[in-house]
T-cell receptor, first 114, second 112 residues
Framework: KNQVEQSPQSLIILEGKNCTLQ??????????LRWYKQDTGRGPVSLTI?????NTKSNGRYTATLDADTKQSSLHITASQLSDSASYIC?????????????FGRGTSLIVHP | EPEVTQTPSHQVTQMGQEVILRCVPI?????FYWYRQILGQKVEFLVS????????KSEIFDDQFSVERPDGSNFTLKIRSTKLEDSAMYFC??????????FGQGTRLTVV
């Protein structure tokens, strides 16, 4: 069964600090991996999307990495801001016979304190 | 900036009633999706729609659910006979290609 596991479940950091969120998956066959930011009560917002051949993708202060061999991804947030407080969701899409099914992780809840 | 809009923002309905959740995807997008998120749980994929037909659906998307693109702009999700466990936030999303998906703000469905 395709699964996406994220860690930690929650994280509290001080403003200005860096942090790294982890995502492990068993989704197969792999198509792409996306990281989303979801503010409470809002829809997810896309941060990065990576395919099999990509190791690193940056979007401002967000840098995602992908190791397709170990089926692991990370999202690194640099110089955190109060507005970074949100849930960060890893989504891995399987592709088979022309069909694409996304599997969502439970998310990491990040709280940035001043 | 173009965005996906969903209406209503909150819908309360009695068990057994039919509900229709509405979405206006971004105008030049071609792929449309519905997801749901039960309170405190992860987002779950329901269905994807392309070229006026369902391209994928999950196990959750049973005969109680249907989707429609009745005109060139709206994309709707219908639940025929709502159950208590259908209470959730329902998100619509659209993409131009199989790339970054743009999500709407969601419709909170409460079944009583």
């Amino acid at each position: 069964k395709n699964q996406v596991e994220q860690s930690p479940q929650s994280l509290i950091i001080l403003e200005g600090k860096n942090c790294t969120l982890q995502c492990n998956y068993t989704v197969s066959p792999f198509s792409n991996l996306r990281w989303y930011k979801q503010d409470t009560g809002r829809g997810p917002v896309s941060l990065t999307i990576m395919t099999f051949s990509e190791n690193t993708k940056s979007n401002g202060r967000y840098t995602a990495t992908l190791d397709a061999d170990t089926k692991q991804s990370s999202l690194h947030i640099t110089a955190s801001q109060l507005s970074d407080s949100a849930s960060y969701i890893c989504v891995v899409t399987a592709a088979s016979g022309g069909s694409y099914i996304p599997t969502f992780g439970r998310g990491t809840s990040l709280i940035v304190h001043p | 900036e173009p965005e996906v809009t969903q209406t209503p923002s909150h819908q309360v309905t009695q068990m057994g009633q039919e509900v229709i959740l509405r979405c206006v995807p971004i105008s030049n997008h071609l792929y449309f999706y519905w997801y749901r998120q039960i309170l405190g749980q992860k987002v779950e994929f329901l269905v994807s729609f392309y070229n006026n037909e369902i391209s994928e659906k999950s196990e959750i998307f049973d005969d109680q659910f249907s989707v429609e693109r009745p005109d060139g702009s709206n994309f709707t999700l219908k639940i025929r006979s709502t159950k208590l466990e259908d209470s959730a936030m329902y998100f619509c999303a659209s993409t131009r290609t199989q790339d970054h998906a743009f999500f709407g703000q969601g419709t909170r469905l409460t079944v009583v």
